[in-house]
């Protein structure tokens, strides 16, 4: 971590219900929130994955969309002041619509991050309303440098990669995952397989993963909850309940990252030169 950041961090997981299509209702929440966090003397709050719309957009008439700039978002910024926020939003970019999280600090916008990897099977349609994003970067905040990896973009293990490499040391994930009768999985095995992928992410690039999942009900779907922080060695640390909102306080000790990192090297050779090769083999379709 380099000079003059800070090593402590303590971060507020927000597991909020989400009101469908009214962005000044899911604000309201959000400022609440964001005071309680400071209340616990929290440094960052982290939202869910479109917390200022909520998920079922198919459902919505009215356009929810905000530009990075919109009064709603700068409102929150200025609101939240001192305190790191990641909110999630339907972003109206200059041509396309994105499923956007976005992080404030110091009263301002720092980073966009667009989902880059939509679902679209079952009661998943987000290809009919957004378009993916084209980048992932990591980006510095006041305690060193995170990354956004928003739901479905978590499951993309060169995402994560990428992000640890450009000197990320901690994952956020905000994310809308339910329990949808049409994926044919056992609801056990999603939050199950939610933890597992944590974990594998956490340990192996030896990094902070701070994942953030909605609760309430959708157009018959189920958002579970379980928003959980993994530390460097794969150890859950801090735990949300599972399916009611909450707000939950966990303390990370980001000098840890540096310690895992030099007991177990896994991360110290990215080879980049190796896999920008057989990525162009593969994407010129040679043998």
Known sequence: MSAGHEQL??????????????VEENARRARAAIEEARAGGANMIIFPEL?????????????VALRTDDPTITALAAAANDLGVVLGFVEDGPVHTYNSAIYLEGGSAVHVQRKAYLPTYGRFEEHKHFSPGQTLRAFDSRWGRAALLICNDAWQAPLT??????GARILIVPSCSSLAPEAGTDPALIESDWRDLCRFHARFLQTYVIFVNRVGEEAGVT??????????????????PRGEPALVLADLDLAAVRQARRQLPLVKEARLDLLIREFHRLADGAP
């Open 51 to 63: 917390s200022l719309t909520g998920y079922a957009l198919g459902a919505v008439r009215d356009d």
């Open 161 to 166: 990669f990428l992000a640890v490499h450009d």
């Open 9 to 22: 961090l303590r971060v507020a997981l927000a597991q909020v219900d989400c009101a469908l299509g009214d």
């Open 223 to 240: 958002f579970w909850g379980g928003s959980h922080v993994v530390d460097p060695w794969g150890r859950v640390v801090a735990e949300a």
